[in-house]
């Protein structure tokens, strides 16, 4: 990939260090997290403690993006106070479960929207056929192409390029959903 030989070496020893766990951390499918107190697990405006901080939250979506898809996900919870890894795994899995529905409803109206703009696309292309049967004009006939063809690229660019994301998305929070809680109280994160 690179013709410098420096380059190369550096290559290497960057991509050894990021199989080695990157941080310090020996099971890269183990997200350590460490937390003073309740505040910091859950959003500062849930009165009932059901909702999850979205700091917490998009820590863990983070981190779990650099963990092999093959392995399970596990998310280490280390405070000093007594907190119930019942009431966080069923908080976690509220909060995720609610984020994973949103995402569905994303998947389904991305690929809505390609639907209809390829029907867009091929009324304008039967539009440019009509037009160039009918009349010679340049800029009418051009206009009603460069339309057809917008249309049918954004079709593309929804179903092919932006659903794909949105769908690892969706699968990152199934695994994270599907994840081990473990509270650990009055551990250190190694």
């Known amino acids: 990939m690179f013709l410098n030989k420096k380059r190369r070496e550096a290559d290497a020893m960057i991509m050894r260090a990021g199989e080695n766990g990157g941080e310090g951390q020996s099971d890269p499918s183990v997200i350590g997290v460490k937390i003073g107190g309740k505040e910091q697990l859950y959003s500062a405006y ?5 909702k999850l901080n979205p700091e ?10 650099g963990v092999p898809i093959k392995e399970d996900i596990k998310i ?15 908080t976690l899995k509220s ?9 569905k409803k994303e998947i389904k109206r ?5 639907v209809v703009m390829t029907l867009l696309g ?14 010679e004009n340049l800029y009418i006939t051009s206009i009603v192409e460069i339309a057809a063809w917008v249309f049918i690229w954004e079709a593309v660019d929804y179903f092919f390029l932006q659903r794909p994301v949105v769908k690892a998305k969706c699968i990152l929070i199934q ?4 994840a081990t809680v473990e509270v650990c109280k009055g551990e250190q994160a190694d």
Not at 56 to 65: E, G, I, M, P, Q
Not at 110 to 114: D, P, T, V
Not at 175 to 178: A, E, L, N, S, W
């Open 56 to 65: 917490f939250s998009n820590y863990v979506l983070d981190k779990a993006k």
């Open 76 to 90: 280490r919870i280390y405070s000093a106070e007594g907190i119930d890894a019942g009431e966080v795994e069923q």
């Open 110 to 114: 991305l690929s809505w929207i390609s």
């Open 95 to 103: 909060h995720y479960c609610a984020e994973y529905k949103e995402t």
């Open 46 to 50: 849930s009165y009932s403690g059901d």
């Open 122 to 135: 091929i009324v304008a292309l039967t539009a440019l056929i009509l037009v160039t049967h009918f009349t």
């Open 175 to 178: 695994r994270i959903y599907t």
